[in-house]
């Protein structure tokens, strides 16, 4: 029988590439995935039922929700954080009344690294790549008028991550809000830090027990509040590709699954509130199957390694356009970039979506860059009809079959992660390998192997771009007079029993959580909380 495929390939063909040819020998993802010139039914080796099922059934390739979309949008949630308490809270307060869904913060680098803003590791650095906090009186501003028992918050922190939840907590406390009604999310993803970011503190072996016991806190304390997100935006934005991003980032999960479990917790009461942080970059494709990819390999790895129940096999996650692919050339260009790249987390299936401003190779985004982007997710939602029906790729033989692709890099990733003896042995391959695959991508935007529209192709000539930004001397300089007033108003001898009760904690295997939310409750700083642990513990020098 005369095959339909081979007959095209010689008849149609093979007269186009001898008149035309191709643009390049081999089209392949930013993962190295071939691609091929065409996908037809045998490409895409699946079996429906094992392999996608239904929307809502395990494996939830085709999402975790039955109706997806359908039922309610993925929420929208813009992160923003600079300069003092005040103004993330003006920020805060204009985004939700532009029809955000949820916060998101971003602490400046002090507040990551665990140093109060007087500290001189604080200086020039105080507010400046997002909002200082020091103790639970800037908690209080940045919160104040906002409804917490109906406004979900998430916040990028991750060696502090204990710190900020328990400061958060108190302000609660004080408005009388019940602790069960608290919805959020903080990062609190150490591995990460280790492997592409840079903001650790403590040595590895404590800042697993820190994280466990956030996760056991909160179990009985703050039930739906995400107690960890297992972040792959950093590992992307270090320059790794999209299977290395979700390899790694499983790693890390695995690793801290096991942790916990070691702890004494029943996998079936910390998993439920596992949530993961992905990058969505410009390959549109590769990046829709790779948030599938994902969602079916998640589930399979649960299932299988610690039996666990449907719920805690969920993938949840949450999605931000790439900032690494923002160029400061023709900065409106982002503009088109962000849409394609939040249209590959829609179309993946994604529970929360921030999209950056088109400003932010230049700046901290204005406030109409800002309001532009949650724009582009409006217009998304309610005008394209990407969100009417669940899944709407799937059964597409390139989708499925890069889908699959996806799946068998990651696990090969994974097989030789654990060989090493999980995610703790295996920071330095880690970094080497996301070190290495950011080289070849600087690599061939030079050689103009890769386009960037307007950086190696297509430039124009430009003037200077004047944006605003704030005066961060005067904001270090109040922050700091807080500080001091402060602690001159507070009672010394409280303070200094509250940080001995974390200091004797930290020595002993009782949960930190409730003697670190004791001692921001006394106006305890940040910083001083963290020094206590740091007397105890040390501090990470890598190898």
Known sequence: MTNPKNVWERETLQPA???????????????????????????????????????????????????????????????AGFGTAEETNERFRLLLAAGQTGLSTAFDLPTQMGFDSDHSMAAGEAGRVGVAIDSIDDMQRLLDGIPLDRVSTSMTINATAAILLALYIAVADEQGIPRGKLSGTIQNDILKEYIARGTYIYPIEPSLRLITDVFAFCKEEVPRWNTISISGYHIREAGSTAVQEVAFTFANALEYVERARAAGLDVDD????????????????????????????????????????????????HTQTGGSTLTAQQPINNVVRVTIQALSAILGGTQSLHTNGYDEALSLPTADAATLALRTQQVLAHESGVADTVDPLAGSYFIENLTNAVEAGVREYLDRISDMGGAAHAIGFMQEEVHKAAYGHQLAVEKGERVVVGVNLYQTDEPTVELGQPDFLRLAAAQRKRLAALRTARDSDQVQRALDSVRGTAESSRNLMPVIIDAVKARATLGEISDALRATWGTYRPD
């Open 270 to 317: 910390f998993a439920p509130r596992l949530s993961f942080f992905f990058a969505a970059h410009n390959d549109l494709f590769e990046e829709v199957a790779k948030f599938r990819a994902a969602r079916r390999l998640w589930a399979t790895l649960m299932r299988e390694r610690h039996s666990a129940s449907d719920t805690s096999t969920h993938l949840r996650f």
């Open 17 to 79: 590439l001898k008149r035309l040819g191709e643009r390049r020998d081999r089209f392949e993802t930013t993962s190295g995935v071939e691609v091929n010139r065409l996908y037809t039914p045998d490409s895409a080796d699946i079996d429906y039922e094992a392999d996608l099922g239904y929307p809502g059934v395990y494996p939830f390739t085709r999402g975790i929700q039955p109706t997806m979309y359908r039922g309610r949008f993925w929420t929208m949630r813009q992160y």
